[in-house]
């Protein structure tokens, strides 16, 4: 579904991305994990067309996407929940959710979708009309989930969806992650939890200063004794 | 009625006039500044290119010699229309190549905008040498451009100096190009609605500030509305809270800078022809002085805010008009700054703005 050969993005003279190659496969939960500055934001922010790749392919189900527009790469069924969350503190919850479906014609469909999602996250319902600045961190998180489910995408991209989060939520985010791909999303998920993160994925890649460093099943990861030591506490 | 009343009356009416037509300006700027973080120091000029416009479009459709409803609409139709279509060049041609990492555009238009000034302060051309000058600008504004651009050390464009110098060179550019094209004498704005004094009891108003008031009242709430509940407006707000954000919603951002550029300059265009209603008098530098106080009345309500605006223009409008009425005309200007003073002392980030973190 995704496919990603030897990518390279620059900040500036800042190297993020050595010759990146990642693989997501219709219907997996796949995770990038790795220290800080790793470059796994990077990658998800190449992959949305934040950054330009300086080197490389991002092929989605085929279709170049190097070059493009972020909007129009949202059109193509890829969707990217941020790192740090980035909603519209600004405005209401309901008005962050029909953000996410700007670009949606079908307002019966965008209607389900939310109903969907409220299923999903029941307290966001009872935040409709509130202001998405006045959540908490948890129910941010929540919102931003489903802002970027409501352009009904086919491959979602989280970005470390446990930051800042007590466990009790962590664990309710993570369980939410599992039902999404049950009803048959795509996932790619970044995340310093590299214990949960593996847990809840099919594959995994370990990033260090921009390169990956492992590529393999989850749980082989996790039984990998180097992944083991440097992420996951021995 | 107390005659000392019936005069603060009429000049606070006089005064909330002035202030709406600051704040339809002040709109602008604070429109875009909350989407780009840029002062379009151009934008005062789009204010007098639409008072221009309009002139032209009342004398074209014969609207000064049939004053009328119909023929009024059509004027701020045409004049709107063809602000509009400058901001939205103004911004795809200067603040677009900026943002998008190429300076030799903004080159282009600072060269121009140093030699138009050079040609109308220092050296008294006038027509074909003016043109041929300015021409020259644009030449070596633009190799300028070129040569740095290749030179990669110079790359890392986008800093928000750039572009503030390139709104000033807009800017120039517009003020002498108004000069060459318009010519340097004051025009009388005709009258293109018919105007009478009206008592309303006790106090003499002329017909015309009703009118001015009504249309930038209507103006603001239309603005309002667009903003607040139209897929558009609603995608407004989200550029300009994250332009980052907005574009992973699918946003086309640039499509939307555009509308905003667009919305900006029409309103700015509707007051420009609403101050030929109140003080029929038009000249291409005519943007200068209102330019600069609607952009403080922008920063005293707090920039990127737009009731904020509305309020800044208000007060500024207010505060100037009782000044010349009670105090001296002399500090009719200073009063604005002084007033931007005073604020900014006691809050920062503007009467109704809110102070945000810069992010790194």
């Known amino acids: 579904m995704l496919e990603i050969r030897g990518l390279d993005v620059y900040y500036g003279a800042v190297h993020a991305l050595k010759g990146v190659s990642v693989r997501v496969e219709q219907g997996e939960v796949v995770t990038l994990i790795g220290a800080n500055g790793a470059g796994k934001t990077s990658l998800l922010r190449a992959i949305s067309g934040l950054v330009k790749p300086r080197a490389g392919s991002l092929k989605f189900e085929g279709r170049e996407l190097g070059g493009m527009e972020p909007h129009d790469i949202v059109k193509l069924g890829l969707s990217h929940a941020p790192e740090g969350r980035q909603i519209f503190a600004n405005m209401s919850v309901h008005e962050n959710l029909e953000l996410g479906a700007y670009l949606r014609k079908d307002s019966r469909g965008v209607h389900d979708d939310q109903e969907r999602i409220f299923t999903l996250f029941p307290r966001l319902r009872e935040r409709e009309k509130q202001g998405a600045g006045t959540l908490s961190g948890g129910e941010q998180q929540m919102l931003a989930i489903g802002r970027a489910l409501m352009s009904r995408p086919r491959l979602l991209l989280l970005d470390e969806p446990s930051l800042g989060l007590a466990p009790i939520l962590v664990r309710e985010i993570f369980k939410t992650i599992r039902e999404i791909n049950q009803d ?46 440097a992420y996951l506490g021995g | 009625m107390d005659a000392h009343l019936q005069t603060f009356i009429q000049q606070l009416l006089n005064g909330v006039v002035w202030g709406s037509i600051y704040a339809l300006i002040a709109l602008g700027y604070t429109m875009v500044y909350g989407i780009l973080r840029l002062i379009n120091f151009a934008h005062g000029d789009v204010y007098m290119f639409g008072a221009f416009m309009g002139y032209y479009a009342a004398r074209l459709f014969h609207v000064d010699q049939r004053p009328g409803v119909m023929g009024t609409i059509l004027v701020f139709a045409c004049s709107m229309a063809a602000a509009g279509l400058l901001g939205f060049l103004i911004e795809r041609g200067a603040y677009r190549e900026l943002r998008k990492g190429s300076r030799t555009v903004a080159y282009m238009i600072i060269g121009t905008a140093i030699f138009a000034a050079f040609n109308g302060a220092a050296l008294h051309l006038a027509g074909g040498a003016a043109v041929l000058f300015g021409a020259a600008g644009f030449v070596a504004g633009g190799i300028g451009g070129v040569f740095l651009e290749r030179n990669k050390r110079h790359a890392p464009s986008t800093s928000r100096l750039t572009a503030l110098i390139t709104a000033i060179g807009v800017s120039l550019l ?187």
Do not use: C, W
Not at chain 1, 187 to 196: F, G, I, R
Not at chain 2, 242 to 249: G, T
Not at chain 2, 266 to 292: E, F, H, Q, R, S
Not at chain 2, 307 to 321: K, N, Q, R, W, Y
């Open chain 2, 174 to 360: 517009m003020e002498n190009g108004g000069l060459l094209v318009f010519g340097a004498d004051p025009k009388f704005f005709p009258q293109i609605l018919p105007s009478r004094e009206l008592n309303l009891g006790g106090i003499m108003v002329n017909s015309s500030l009703l009118i001015v008031l009504g249309v930038a009242l209507f103006l603001m709430f239309a603005l309002r509305f667009l903003v607040m509940h139209t897929r558009a407006g609603k995608a407004m707000r989200a550029v300009s809270f994250n332009r980052d954000a907005a574009s992973l919603m699918g946003i086309p951002t640039d499509h939307i800078i555009s509308l905003t550029f667009v919305g900006g300059s029409m309103l700015a265009a509707a007051a420009g022809i609403l101050v030929g209603l109140a003080n029929p008098k038009i000249d291409p530098l005519m943007g200068i002085m209102p330019g600069l106080k609607a952009f403080v009345a922008a920063v005293l309500g707090g920039i990127g805010n737009i009731p904020g605006a509305v309020l800044g223009g208000l007060i500024m409008g207010i505060s100037e008009t009782l000044v010349v009425a009670y105090v001296s005309s002399t500090y009719r200007d200073a009063i604005a700054f002084a007033l931007l003073i005073l604020i900014l002392l006691v809050r920062p980030a503007g009467l109704l703005g809110t102070h945000v973190a810069e992010k790194v």
């Open chain 1, 184 to 229: 048959g999303m795509t996932v790619l998920l970044v995340e310093q939890n590299a214990h949960l993160a593996l847990k809840a994925a099919n594959r995994g890649y370990v990033l260090e200063t921009g390169t990956v460093k492992f590529e393999d099943e989850a749980s082989r990861l996790a039984s990998n004794e180097e992944v083991r030591k």
